[in-house]
């Protein structure tokens, strides 16, 4: 469908070693800058450095992790960080605490930059109604994690989910006990629908747009949306999405069908780690919600490729925005 080692750090230095277990897709650890004395690193990493340190509280979900350990245990030590992660993982809070600030950040920069814009604010970042029928809007979102997952059957064969991938897997489970569930798919569907889709596609695709050929322009920021998730494992499996995500945003004029087929494929996702405890890469034709996923999905997939071949250049586009 659609994480570190942990060993024991020394005594003394138990919040560094902590900071660097609590990276996460919404919060990637930040890079360290060149010194001048260091070779320059290309352009593409400076961006990805700058966007770290912008959208990537990791401080603030490191304080938060410690502060809610210290009031549920009553305790004013700091274990060790295995102990810590196992600790605040099965926490109600550890999810919001690890993908809210980042997700929130990265929707407060957009926010802000599109204000800026010459432009009102809805037309800038597409948030308008789609130029194509709207059976084509449903199809295109139930077509969305049928991307993924027909990438994950070869991708699974070569490589695992990683710990990162696994420890967040946990920490959905843990979080979406019973009611618990909306919560998560609140955090983890609707957030990165707005906030990634506004600054990925509704900000950077549009703007490549300008300078760009639809189709370098849908490349680049599809790498740049699966670079922020930062796991190795993730940035590969996600960048289907990413990629389906952009074409249907370009063919659409309209940010909203990525938005509602991002939702749904986190929702997919999240009901799927909760309730069968799937991993990231997990194609098990036993899985419900992989067949929910095939059912739907590849009819849907089938429908949008005969109709984006038929209309081709002649589906409507939204024009370049300043």
Known sequence: ??????????????????????????????????TSAEPQPPPPVVVMQETANVVAPKRLSTVAMIAIHMVGSGSTTTPPADEMMQLFSEHPAALWVLIMPGQLAILVVTALATILSPEKFAPRLGIQKPTWPLWTTAAAVLAAPICSFLWSIPLSSIVEDSEHLNSLNQIFSNAGQ??????????????????????????????????????????????????????????????????????????????IPAMLAHFYNNSIAVLSSVYEQNGSLDTSFSSVSNMVILALGIPAFIVMVIYLFVNGKSAIHSEPRS
């Open 178 to 255: 019973g009611f618990g569930v909306i919560g998560v798919i609140l955090c983890v569907g609707l957030l990165p629908s707005l906030a990634e889709e506004w600054l990925f596609r509704g900000y950077v695709q549009s703007r490549l747009q300008q300078r760009w050929s639809p189709f370098w322009a849908i490349l680049v920021s599809s790498i740049l949306f699966a670079g922020f998730h930062m796991d190795p494992v993730h940035i590969i499996a996600i960048l289907p999405l990413g990629l389906w995500l952009g074409l249907i945003t370009y063919k659409s004029g309209s940010l």
């Open 1 to 34: 469908m659609n994480a570190p080692d942990h060993s024991d750090p020394p005594a003394t230095n138990h919040t560094s070693s902590l900071a660097d277990a609590i990276a996460d897709t919404s919060a990637p650890p930040i890079l360290p800058l060149a």
